[in-house]
């Protein structure tokens, strides 16, 4: 089945370590997102990508960092520069521009910073 | 800069009882607008969306939702809930921007439901 993996489900980490959330899609989407969601707060924006060797930043950039080498894949690096890591972390794909932007999205990663 | 804005942070129905949650969007022009469902620690589905056409749109486990241009609503509703129903719905607006889809979300409502 097509979808959205991501990995690990669950990371905790010390302060001051950087760590990388995968985020794998067999959708053969263009386009792929990260979402931080916090309780109250809904879904904001970290970065986002339309093609490969391509991505902009979203709205809560700062302290994150990604890379798209490969269509299928979009991981996303939380840097000891976040101030405030702990969150639930949401990576979502979706079909080429001008589509309908509909949103795919995996079932998280909860990082929590001991 | 579109916005999206869910009143009710939670609300409670009983089992077989109608639901219906609010949604207001600011957007300039006609929006693309969605209803996600989230179960606790989980990714979101989409429950349905509208782009254009027929104004009540039919989605998925017997939702529907209505946009009303002159309210700036998309209004989720379902005529009987059923314990499985019992999540966190977000409402979202999208709209074309430099060749991309921004959508942005509202902050949810949580849904319990009761025997």
């Known amino acids: 089945d097509g979808g959205i993996t991501q990995s690990p489900k669950y990371l905790f980490r010390k302060e001051g370590q950087n760590v990388t959330l995968s985020c794998e899609q067999n959708?053969?989407?263009?386009?792929m997102y990260w979402y931080r969601q916090d309780p109250g707060q809904g879904l904001r924006l970290i970065y986002y990508?339309?093609?490969?060797?391509?991505?902009q930043k979203g709205d809560i950039a700062e302290g994150y960092s990604v890379s798209r080498e490969k269509k299928e894949s979009f991981p996303l690096t939380v840097t000891s520069a976040q101030k405030n890591p702990t969150a639930f972390y949401l990576c979502?794909?979706?079909?080429?521009?001008?589509?309908?932007?509909?949103?795919?999205f995996g079932e998280g990663s909860r990082l929590t910073v001991l | 800069a579109q916005s999206v804005t869910q009143p009710d942070i939670h609300i409670t129905v009983s089992e077989g009882a109608s639901l219906e949650l609010r949604c207001n969007y600011s957007?300039?022009?006609?929006?693309?607008l969605f209803w996600y469902v989230q179960s606790p620690g989980q990714g979101l589905q989409l429950l349905l969306k509208?782009?254009?056409?027929?104004?009540l749109v039919q989605g998925i486990k017997g939702f529907e939702a209505e946009f009303k241009r002159s309210q700036s609503s998309f209004n989720l509703r379902k005529p009987s809930v059923h314990w499985s129903d019992a999540a966190e719905y977000f409402c979202?607006?999208?709209?074309?921007?430099?060749?991309?889809?921004?959508?942005?979300f509202g902050i949810g409502t949580k849904l319990q439901v009761i025997p």
């Open positions: 979502a794909s979706s079909t080429p521009t001008g589509g309908t932007g509909e949103l795919f």
């Open positions: 959708l053969n989407h263009d386009a």
């Open positions: 990508s339309q093609i490969v060797n391509d991505f």
């Open positions: 957007y300039g022009a006609t929006p693309y």
């Open positions: 509208y782009f254009s056409g027929d104004t």
């Open positions: 979202a607006v999208g709209a074309l921007s430099g060749g991309y889809q921004k959508v942005t």
